[in-house]
């Protein structure tokens, strides 16, 4: 068995362990990155996911490194949220930010995201990356943990679980965990409307739960259409023309007909929270800390800003000599997070709800709200910032990585 001592060792290698490493790149830090996907198991494709990068995570994004935008994004220059069968929108433009960027966000292949943080993984010189598959056990020290495969052992001084929340952790290191299941699949797929209308996103809400068509250029939509499991499973077995019927349906009002869509598939809804006691030596970051509804599409953004903030409290040890993995750093970590993280899962759990109630007093009074959240400027400046990353919670400022202003208009 080979044995490796590392700092830190980063559980995944998904887009949030890889924006990690990139900013941990000019520390003095030895950090380990495995991939703890199952040996031998052929991976499922990600050529129809995509992720929705809010203008704070394009600034970061470009702090560690990447041209943005990347290679075949779309801008979001526009957000209308509505509610089917009832009068009553908010329309968020990307002017209520007054940002030089001129835009409130953008889309990206998630594939194209993964590729563009590889990339620059080269210029980390203290980086080593393995593939054990999933972790076997683990075990704690006074002043370090040990991590065990069959043919691998690491000792490192911190562990950050970053795996997604599919690996095993949980019953390993014995998480405390909170969650639900939200009883709804959500149907991705990319389709074509009958006139182009760039730049401009939708969140519309159905019973169902809520429907968003995501602009990824070449005048198409990826949509995330959140259904319950048994409509799911025939939806996903519709021929293209009836998918389409169905899906014109139930179609914002402002959106052109739909009318050319691709590969479809489903992926179960759930809530789920995860978090370890400051002595365990281990720090979570993204859905292995929390696992959102896809409303808003706020996972990456929430799990960068974990990301950036564990990596600037490290830099900051280092810098001093101090244990990565000592108590008082995973409770200021948990701390900084504590705000951004609770407002953000408040928020998305709140509005998938509240506006996936079919009663009709709620339908009504919820249409009055989003006439008049539309028709007031500084409400929809404060959404439209919350939404972009741009405007976080002083609490939740990620220290010495933290951007220009709390609020950019």
Not at 109 to 129: D, F, K
Not at 256 to 269: A, D, I, K, M
Not at 315 to 343: F, K, T, V
Not at 376 to 400: M, N, T, W, Y
Request: glycine share 6%; proline share 7%.
């Amino acid at each position: 068995m080979r044995t490796l001592s590392a700092d830190l060792a980063i559980l995944g290698n998904g887009p949030v362990a890889r924006s990690l490493v990139l900013a941990l790149a000019d520390s003095p830090l030895h950090v380990v990155m495995l991939d703890t996907s199952p040996l031998g198991q052929s991976r499922p494709s990600q050529a129809d996911r995509t992720v929705a990068l809010a203008l704070g995570s394009r600034r970061l994004l470009c702090r560690l490194g990447l041209t943005m935008p990347l290679t075949g994004a779309a801008a979001i220059q526009i957000v209308q949220i509505t509610q089917q069968g009832i009068s009553g929108q908010v329309r968020l433009e990307h002017s209520l930010l007054n940002a030089p960027e001129r835009r409130l966000g953008e889309v990206a292949g998630l594939e194209t995201l993964n590729e563009a943080l590889a990339l620059s993984l080269a210029r980390c010189s203290r980086l080593q990356q393995e593939s054990p598959g999933p972790l076997q056990t683990l075990q704690w020290f006074p002043d370090r943990v040990q991590l065990d495969w069959p043919d691998l052992r690491i000792e490192t001084a911190l562990v950050v679980v970053a795996d997604g929340g599919h690996g095993d952790l949980a019953r390993l290191a014995a998480l405390q965990r909170m969650g639900w299941d939200h009883n709804r699949h959500a149907v991705i797929a990319t389709v074509t409307p009958r006139q182009p209308l760039p730049d401009v996103a939708f969140e519309h809400f159905l019973e169902s739960g809520p429907l968003a068509f995501l602009p990824i250029g070449n005048h198409q939509f990826s949509i995330v259409w959140s259904l319950r499991p048994g409509d799911a499973s025939r939806i996903l077995d519709h021929s293209d023309a009836a998918f389409l019927e169905a899906l014109n349906r139930q179609r914002p009002p402002h959106l052109p007909p739909l009318t050319l869509t691709g590969p479809r598939s489903v992926h179960p809804l759930f809530f789920q929270r995860l978090w370890a006691e400051p002595n365990q030596r281990l720090a979570l970051v993204g859905n292995a800390a929390q696992t959102l509804h896809p409303l808003a599409g706020q996972g990456y953004n929430l799990g960068l800003r974990d990301a950036m903030t564990l990596a600037a409290l490290l830099r900051e040890a280092a810098a001093r000599g101090n244990d990565p993995g000592e108590a008082s750093l995973l409770r200021d970590y948990a701390r900084i997070r504590r705000r951004d993280r609770l407002e953000t899962i408040v928020f998305t759990e709140t509005m998938n709800r509240l506006f996936s109630s079919p009663r009709l007093p709620l339908r009504l009074m919820r249409a009055t709200a989003l006439t008049l959240l539309d028709q007031i400027p500084f409400g929809k400046r404060e959404l439209a910032a919350r939404l972009a990353g741009v405007h976080l919670p002083a609490q939740s400022a990620i220290p010495d990585f933290s951007m220009d202003e709390h609020h950019v208009f």
